[in-house]
């Protein structure tokens, strides 16, 4: 079957580091995205890490472990605006992306 | 570009009534997903299209949903009859796949979203 898991909800403090994972079991791996979504609005792509290693973007980072079936967003000095769901995802293979439940982020002052 | 888009934004109707939600993708893209997202079950893939063929339906709950797409400009999810545990919001999203879903162009791998159809059924 198809499965991921990542924490249902963190709590970090503006200005602080935070890493939310990721680890999944899919039939198929064709690469793993990160999306953030804040309340009420659409799913916006953050990063693809499709071989092992970290991938750094700005204040985002991503790191992949491919035999571990493992994942993580870094997220650096943390703003309010960061607060959002944050979704892990694993495209399985063809055409097919399977999105986990998400992460929901709380920044507080 | 403006993107992804849907409408309507916001649907009410009652139970047993045809809900039709519609898409734009963003041009040039080749493959459409509809995903249907609520608190209890996260975002779910319900069915997508490559080349304006449907390409996998094993996620649509029942044959009450149907989907099409006359052209790759156009998508339509429709709901005949509704009802109240279909209450959700309904993504559309697009893409540039090229064959077997692989990447095509640069940074284009990843999905664009339309902005949601929020619907409730009473």
């Known amino acids: 079957g198809q499965n991921i898991d990542q924490p249902t909800e963190m709590t970090a403090t503006e200005g602080a580091i935070v890493q939310i994972n990721c680890t999944y079991q899919t039939s198929g791996f064709n690469g793993l995205f990160w999306y953030q979504q804040h309340a009420g609005e659409a799913p916006t792509f953050l990063s693809y890490n499709v071989l092992d290693g970290l991938e750094e973007k700005g204040r985002f980072s991503s790191f992949l472990s491919r035999s571990k079936g493992y994942s993580y967003l870094l997220l650096k000095e943390l703003q309010m605006k960061d607060s959002a769901s944050y979704l892990c995802a694993v495209k399985t293979g063809g055409f097919k992306t399977i999105f986990g439940a998400g992460t929901r982020l709380f920044v507080k002052a | ?122």
Not at chain 2, 27 to 55: A, K
Not at chain 2, 82 to 89: C, F, G, H, L, T
């Open chain 2, 1 to 122: 570009d403006a993107g992804v888009i849907q409408s309507p934004r916001h649907e009410v109707t009652e139970m047993g009534q045809e809900v039709t939600l519609r898409c734009k993708p963003i041009s040039g893209h080749n493959s459409l997903f509809w995903y249907r997202q609520t608190m209890m079950r996260g975002l779910e893939l319900l069915i997508y299209f490559n080349n304006n063929v449907p390409i996998d339906d094993s996620g649509m709950p029942e044959d009450r949903f149907s989907a099409k797409m006359p052209n790759a400009s156009f998508s339509t999810l429709k709901i005949q009859p509704s009802e109240p545990r279909d209450s959700a919001v309904y993504f559309c999203a697009s893409s540039l796949l090229g064959a077997r879903g692989l990447a095509g162009g640069s940074s284009s791998y990843e999905q664009y979203f339309g902005p949601g159809t929020r619907l409730t059924v009473t």
